[in-house]
Each structure stands twice: as C-alpha cells, then as structure tokens.
C-alpha cells in the first residue's frame, strides 16, 4: 500500500476502474453524447456561419475553421473537468463508491489513475464526435486531422488531473463554482478559442501561454487545419509537465481524503 508523499502507482486496477465507470455510463450514453456534442455542434453554426460571416478569413483560414478547432478543445477540457469533478464527487461522496471499491483489492492510485483514464477517454469520445461534425460541415479536411486524437486523450488526461484535485479538497458541490468562475471559464474566453491569442495585449499574452488550454490549442488548430505546428515539443512538455504534476498532488490529496 502506497501512502503519504510517495509517487503514483499505475497498475491494472486502474484500467478496471475505468472500465467499470464506462460500463455504468453506457447505459446514458446517448444522453451523454447528445449533451457532449449538441452544445458545440451550436457554437460551431451560430458563431462560425453568424460570425463568419462578417469574418471571412483568420490566421489564414475560414473563421469556421478556426472556430471548429477551438471548439473541439475547449469541449474536451469541459468533458473531462466535470466528469472529474461531479461525476466523481458523487462516487466519492455521495455514493460511497470508493469505500467499496478500497474493500476490494484496489488502491486509491489505482482510483485516481482510473478516473483519470475514464474521463480521458470520455472527453476523447466527445471530441471524436466533434471532430466527425466538424468534417461533415467542411470546416476541417484531410485524414492530417485524425493525428489531433492523440493529442486530444493527452489534453483530457491533463484536465482530469486538474479537476480531480478540486474534487479531492471539495466538500460540497458548490466548491466546484470557484474552479468553472475563477479558472475554467476565463481560459475558455483568453486562450484562443474564438480569436487569435496575439489580438490580446503583450502582458496578457504572456499570462495566457501559462494556461494549459492556450498550449493545446496551438497543437490542435494546426493539425486540423493544415498548417505546421510551431513549437510542438515546448507546447507538448508543458501538458505533459500538468498532467504529471497534478496526476501526483491529486493521487496524494485523495490519500488524505480517504485516509489510507
């Protein structure tokens, strides 16, 4: 049993977790991708065709396209940030899930690990989905973009990493409102989603390229639109530099949290 400071343990019980919290969402599944993809699927057809029509072409590229690529990130961060935070709040406390799952030969790394695989994949889902409405609306082109999938797990893992350590400190739900207001909701409006992040004055550009969703759409938004990606290897160590520093304070905070 691992406890205290010590690094996270990633072990099979992690891809069982997951597995079980896939097969109860399979039964609200379609549900689930209705919500998961009808939200974007109306941001992509009232700003990208509404907006996109005063704005013909950014960054060299129809606003349609420009938009579809934020889009796809930015829903895939919202899907792995709730499923982290209220989907698992409620196994953590409201059901009781973890208890029971403790009692069985399971740690609380590979819980941790395990919701960080399911809503990774979870998100991934979703932004396949997207991606797929994406294509059939003719904002993105060319099996170039299919390269953004892996790259879009890796942003649902960082994410749920993040969103698991305010669950793992949350004793009500309305703790998560601090985390949408103060964190979530201002990178969605900074960080490149609807307009190019150097409109943006020089000291608030600086301050954005150190949020997590500004380095992944800079990977994302080429991949779909046929561009080069500029500066992979520095905007893939910084998602991989969150994703493993909060993996571990998150697997350390729900030590604590469970008292093993």
């Avoid at 977790?17 to 057809?45: D, Q």
């Avoid at 099996?143 to 942003?155: Q, Y």
């Avoid at 207001?181 to 150097?198: E, I, K």
Wanted: glycine fraction near 8%; hydrophobic fraction near 55%; proline fraction near 4%.
């Amino acid at each position: 049993m691992r406890s205290g400071l010590q690094l996270p343990l990633l072990g099979v019980g992690a891809l069982r977790l997951a597995w079980r919290n896939f097969m109860v969402w399979k039964k609200l599944i379609a549900a689930g991708l209705l919500m998961h993809i009808l939200e974007p699927l109306m941001y992509l057809l009232a700003l990208g065709y509404g907006l996109g029509f005063f704005i013909r072409e950014i960054s060299g590229m129809t606003y349609l396209s420009f938009l579809a690529s934020g889009i796809m990130v930015s829903s895939t961060m919202m899907t792995a940030s709730f499923e982290s935070m209220f989907s698992a709040f409620s196994r953590l406390d409201q059901q009781r899930t973890y208890e029971s799952l403790l009692a069985t030969p399971l740690t609380v790394d590979d819980i941790a690990a395990g919701e960080l695989l399911w809503s990774a994949s979870k998100s991934f889902i979703s932004g396949t989905g997207i991606l797929l409405v994406a294509m059939a609306l003719g904002a993105i082109e060319g099996w170039r973009s299919l390269l953004a999938l892996p790259v879009i797990f890796l942003i649902g893992l960082m994410f749920a990493a993040m969103a698991l350590n305010i669950t793992a400190l949350a004793k009500r739900w309305d703790f998560f409102q601090f985390y949408l207001t103060l964190f979530l909701t201002p990178m969605v409006l900074l960080s490149g989603v609807f307009y190019p992040v150097a409109s943006l004055p020089g000291w608030l550009q600086i301050l954005v390229y150190w949020l997590p969703l500004a380095h992944a759409i800079e990977v994302v938004r080429p991949l779909l639109t046929g561009q080069p990606v500029q500066g992979l290897l520095l905007h893939l160590t910084v998602m991989g530099g969150y994703l493993l520093l909060f993996w571990y304070s998150a697997t350390v905070l729900m030590r604590r949290r469970l008292f093993v």
